[in-house]
């Protein structure tokens, strides 16, 4: 399983900037991207459900310049320069996971939020859900870890452990919880 354990991204890797609205209006370095307060970029965040209606998170790297060792959704990404949206969460489900999944597009939204000195996020960022069945082989490069988890649980550890999780993937399930119960429900029975 070598090549479930190549190394997928880069820091050098061109990222589409967007406005507001999510035009595209330039490019730049991955880094770049992430320097100081961040530069508004496009991303995408994935969560994955098994036929039991549970969650699967993943822990960040502790390579990952920002948030690492963190819990997070099951992907989280961004479209490269030239890339479609379905290409670019397909690509990274596979580079992350090893899997493939049917996505069912459900909002997008713009947040920032600062990591120390390390960096930022400030993305416009499309979120997406799906299902997921088989094995589910973790690149080492991109995650420490896996689990699986259901909403109940997942709420308790947000109560519980809030500092353990990244910002983004906390604002998102509580806007899939307030905003998107009906979709999300399909997936989780919520």
């Given at each position: 399983?070598?090549?479930?354990?190549?190394?997928?991204?880069?820091?050098?890797?061109?990222l589409i900037l967007v406005d507001e609205k999510d035009d595209e209006t330039g490019y730049m370095s991955k880094a770049e991207c992430h320097d100081g307060a961040g530069k508004?970029?496009?991303?995408?965040?994935?969560?994955?459900?098994?036929?039991?209606?549970?969650?699967?998170?993943?822990?960040?790297?502790?390579?990952?310049?920002?948030?690492?060792?963190?819990?997070?959704?099951?992907?989280?990404?961004?479209?490269?320069?030239?890339?479609?949206?379905?290409?670019?969460?397909?690509?990274?489900?596979?580079?992350?996971?090893?899997?493939?999944?049917?996505?069912?597009?459900?909002?997008?939204f713009t947040y920032q939020a600062e990591f120390g000195e390390a960096g930022s996020e400030n993305e416009l960022c499309h979120v997406y859900l799906g299902g997921v069945s088989?094995?589910?082989?973790?690149?080492?490069?991109?995650?420490?870890?896996?689990?699986?988890?259901?909403?109940?649980?997942?709420?308790?550890?947000?109560?519980?452990?809030?500092?353990?999780?990244?910002?983004?993937?906390?604002?998102?399930?509580?806007?899939?919880?307030?905003?998107?119960?009906?979709?999300?429900?399909?997936?989780?029975?919520?």
């Amino acid at each position: 399983m070598e090549s479930a354990h190549r190394i997928v991204s880069s820091e050098a890797e061109e990222l589409i900037l967007v406005d507001e609205k999510d035009d595209e209006t330039g490019y730049m370095s991955k880094a770049e991207c992430h320097d100081g307060a961040g530069k508004r970029h496009r991303a995408f965040s994935v969560f994955l459900f098994n036929d039991a209606g549970e969650l699967l998170l993943q822990q960040r790297s502790q390579q990952k310049r920002l948030w690492p060792g963190f819990w997070s959704n099951t992907c989280c990404s961004h479209p490269r320069k030239g890339e479609s949206m379905p290409i670019a969460t397909q690509r990274r489900l596979y580079d992350e996971l090893h899997v493939e999944s049917t996505l069912e597009f459900v909002y997008k939204f713009t947040y920032q939020a600062e990591f120390g000195e390390a960096g930022s996020e400030n993305e416009l960022c499309h979120v997406y859900l799906g299902g997921v069945s088989g094995d589910v082989i973790p690149n080492e490069h991109e995650i420490d870890s896996i689990q699986y988890l259901s909403a109940r649980s997942l709420i308790e550890k947000f109560d519980s452990q809030p500092q353990a999780f990244t910002p983004w993937f906390k604002m998102e399930w509580q806007t899939l919880v307030d905003e998107h119960r009906d979709t999300l429900s399909k997936y989780c029975g919520i």
